[in-house]
């Protein structure tokens, strides 16, 4: 079975809807404006062509044929004597309804037939006499033109609550796609801007409703960042005493004094790495800022060889300190994870900026790769399982994505795709 393309959207369904419904209304008053108007009319002229019929017959029983064909010619009457040519005028609904209705109404003998004089649309009556005389009769057309007055104010009404109904519709559709667009915003905990609560007073509720269970999430968030941020202060400070005591006490190895201080060290980028995905970046203003710059900022605080390849140049907007940490975490993960050579490529594609930082270290399956997005997937070397999820949330922030593609032999790509302007 054929199914027909329905509109998705709520304007288009409510069109459509108002649509059938003033079509049925049409069709409805057409037919029942024949029923009214048209049949009862070609019903009446009937009759009264039949009275007349009965009159003429009786007349010409009693006077001669030429007497009676000069009487009815002097009352204004075309009269002939043979068959007139039929004329097909069944688009005209009295007409149409003369020709359907006479069999029942004209007595035996007689017979309708639709012709035009001139340009006027006529009935002939053939009259049962000695010869057969043909009579015509002129149509009032004031039936069909009412019906045709009704129907073009019929249309113009249904054009008119079709346009009401149309820009009702508008109204209610553009309020609810601004609201879908300024969602994003308002569940970062944004306030929605003023025009997105003017609309119907269900949009202004929805909106509202968004606004505060948006603040409600962002006033947790806040209070999770504050809590961790505390933690991390707390830790620490007895942390830096146990450096200090590490390097106070005597006798300690040598390796297990560098040991204790790479723990130590871990546990401090542990919590950084807490608060950086506690805090998620939704607080740092955009700005534009050069990619290629921070790139190179980036490949610098870290050790080991990187082949870099950057464009000089590569503007963009966004968050400067979520950006730099997102591209650090790539290379940090590179880094542990993989094997050199290393290497990093900024270079645009269509609209975005796309950053592949690359090695050649045992690489992650498919299946493994979409696990490693997730918050606190832990890999063989070790981590908070933090770093690709704050990669793939900063990216979501500047509208891109994070993609990890396996290499052959061995490696893997991670890219990082940015649509700041």
Same mark, same amino acid.
């Given at each position: ?85 039929? $004329? ?16 029942? +109404? ?14 006027? !649309? ?10 057969? *005389? ?133 546990? &401090? ?27 190179? !900022? ?8 990187? +082949? ?15 950006? *730099?940490?997102?591209?650090? !975490?790539?290379?940090? !993960? ?45 890999? &063989? ?14 990216? $979501?922030?500047?509208? %891109? ?9 061995? %490696? *893997? ?9």
């Amino acid at each position: 079975m054929i199914r027909l393309p329905l509109p998705r959207s709520v304007f288009g369904q409510l069109v459509l809807v108002i649509g059938l419904v003033l079509l049925g209304a049409a069709v409805l008053a057409v037919a029942m404006g024949r029923q009214m108007t048209t049949r009862p009319a070609a019903v009446q002229l009937l009759k009264a062509m039949d009275g007349f019929a009965d009159v003429a017959e009786e007349l010409a029983r009693t006077q001669p044929h030429e007497r009676v064909v000069a009487h009815l010619r002097d009352a204004g009457l075309a009269v002939s004597e043979l068959p007139p040519p039929s $004329r097909d005028l069944r688009a005209v609904p009295v007409m149409r309804e003369l020709i359907e209705q006479a069999p029942q +109404q004209l007595t035996h003998g007689r017979e309708a037939r639709l012709g035009r004089i001139g340009t006027a !649309n006529v009935v002939w009556l053939k009259l049962d006499t000695q010869p057969a *005389l043909w009579v015509s009769f002129a149509l009032d057309q004031r039936a069909s033109r009412v019906l045709r007055f009704s129907v073009l104010m019929l249309i113009v009404g249904a054009v008119l609550v079709w346009l009401a109904a149309a820009y009702y519709a508008h109204r209610l559709v553009v309020p609810l796609r601004r609201l879908a667009q300024s969602a994003p915003a308002i569940v970062r905990g944004e306030p929605p801007s003023p025009g997105t609560l003017a609309g119907p007073q269900e949009v202004e509720e929805l909106a509202r409703a968004l606004a505060d269970s948006s603040k409600e999430v962002r006033e947790a968030a806040e209070e999770r960042a504050l809590m961790l941020a505390g933690i991390s202060h707390d830790l620490r400070t007895p942390l830096t005493r146990l450096q200090y005591a590490i390097e106070l006490v005597p006798g300690v190895d040598s390796e297990l004094r560098a040991g204790m201080h790479r723990d130590i060290a871990d546990i &401090d980028a542990i919590l950084s790495q807490f608060i950086a995905y506690a805090r998620d970046g939704r607080d740092e203003a955009s700005e534009p800022l050069d990619l290629a710059v921070l790139c190179r !900022n980036a490949i610098s605080a870290y050790e080991g060889e990187w +082949q870099v390849d950057t464009p000089a140049h590569a503007p963009m907007t966004g968050r400067p300190m979520a950006l *730099l940490r997102a591209v650090g !975490n790539l290379l940090v !993960n590179a880094q542990r994870h993989g094997a050199p050579p290393y290497a990093l490529a900024l270079s645009r594609q269509e609209d975005a900026w796309r950053i592949d930082v690359v090695d050649r270290g045992p690489g992650l399956p498919e299946q493994v790769a979409e696990r490693a997005r997730q918050p606190f997937v832990h890999g &063989d070397g070790g981590g908070t399982g933090l770093g690709l999820a704050i990669v793939e949330r900063v990216a $979501r922030q500047h509208g %891109g994505e994070l993609r990890l593609a396996p290499l052959r032999p061995h %490696g *893997l790509m991670a890219t990082l795709v940015l649509r700041g302007s």
